[in-house]
Nanobody
Framework: EVQLVESGGDLVQAGGSLRLSCVFS????????IGWFRQAPGKDREGVSC????????YYIDDVKGRFSISSDNAKNTVYLQMNSLKPEDTAVYYC???????????WGQGTQVTVSS
């Protein structure tokens, strides 16, 4: 069973930075695409960024391009989300998701709270 453990969420002032970590275990890391999603109070969960650890391909939504950077350390089965120039509207619970690249199942982490004060 795949397990995802997120960490790194915190309270930070606008303009600050945070780095989120997602540690993957329980299966072959390279078989999955790893994504970061976020859910703000009263809003739907939205995808923010994702990476394919097997080839390093990445994707970002427009709102975070140039501010967020996703990376993977395949030796540690860990994906990072470096978040710079944070805005109050980035406040949300951030979730890590692992989606099998060939089969139709995915897994979620428990989430980590990011709060950006103005």
């Amino acid at each position: 069973e795949v397990q995802l453990v997120e960490s790194g969420g915190d309270l930070v002032q606008a303009g600050g930075s945070l780095r989120l970590s997602c540690v993957f275990s329980g299966d072959t890391f390279d078989d999955y695409a790893i994504g970061w999603f976020r859910q703000a109070p009263g809003k739907d969960r939205e995808g923010v960024s994702c990476i394919n650890p097997s080839d390093g391909a990445t994707y970002y939504i427009d709102d975070v391009k140039g501010r967020f950077s996703i990376s993977s350390d395949n030796a540690k089965n860990t994906v990072y989300l470096q978040m710079n120039s944070l805005k109050p509207e980035d406040t949300a619970v951030y979730y890590c998701n692992a989606a099998h690249r060939l089969l139709s199942y995915d897994y979620w982490g428990q989430g980590t709270q990011v709060t950006v004060s103005s």
